[in-house]
């Protein structure tokens, strides 16, 4: 009843909080930088620490993971919010409108990791939906702003894509044929695909902090 309570809650805070970021428009260059950053960083300690909670911890897979699930989803929060005032700032609808759909799709991602352990594979395809979502803003910025650790993130995240991928393939066969040295090769995947997205975040959040306003000028420089 807790679990069902929790995501009914998260997911009406996610709507109300989307169609006010609908009507509003979050023109503020620092806030909207800095809200991203955070929220990254707090995506980086959600993803490195459900591989100890999950993996490392005192009940193992059947662990309630409440930090996950509360890092995560902030994170993801705080991320749309601060891409929803960069979109506005760069005037560039391409990076809010991807920004949005991966938003969705890393909420519910979370909420699998942290209430549902035991389907790891659900989880892991919104994770990467969310991945694939994420690219094409992570570009704009770069090219928008100049910072090319914007485009490094994005192909780290297409790494992740690939890496999630195989992992959700290798981790049905692995379950459907029950091959023991298999399942431990993909226990290890999944570990370096979490930590592999935490450092992707981290490094998100660096590029968000390295943003400036004579970097955001560029566009109005370009434009004139």
Not at 19 to 42: H, N, P, Q, R
Not at 54 to 61: D, I, K, V
Request: with cysteine; aromatic share 18%; glycine share 8%.
């Amino acid at each position: 009843m807790v679990r069902e309570g929790v995501v009914v809650i998260l997911q009406k805070a996610f709507i109300k909080l989307c169609v006010k970021l609908f009507e509003a428009k979050m023109v503020d260059f620092t806030t909207s930088k800095i809200l991203a950053g955070f929220g990254s960083i707090m995506l980086f300690l959600a993803f490195t620490g459900a591989v100890f909670t999950r993996y490392f911890g005192a009940y193992g897979f059947l662990r309630f993971d409440p930090i996950c699930l509360v890092f995560g989803v902030i994170g993801v929060i705080f991320v749309l919010i601060g891409m929803n005032g960069l979109s506005v700032y760069y005037r560039e609808t391409k990076i809010y409108g991807r920004v949005l759909i991966g938003a969705f799709f890393g909420v519910i991602s979370f909420i699998f990791l942290a209430t549902f352990p035991v389907v790891f594979s659900v989880a892991h395809v919104f994770m990467l939906l969310m991945s694939w979502y994420f690219i094409v803003p992570f570009y704009a910025l770069a090219d928008n702003s100049g910072k090319r650790l914007f485009r490094i993130t994005g192909k780290m995240l297409r790494v992740c894509v690939i890496l999630l991928l195989v992992y959700i393939i290798c981790n049905m066969l692995a379950f459907i044929l029950l091959i023991v040295p298999f399942l431990v090769a993909i226990l290890i995947l999944n570990i370096f695909c979490l930590f592999l997205m935490g450092i992707t975040f981290l490094t998100l959040a660096i590029s968000f902090f390295s943003l400036n306003v004579s970097s955001a000028a560029r566009l109005y420089n370009y434009s004139s």
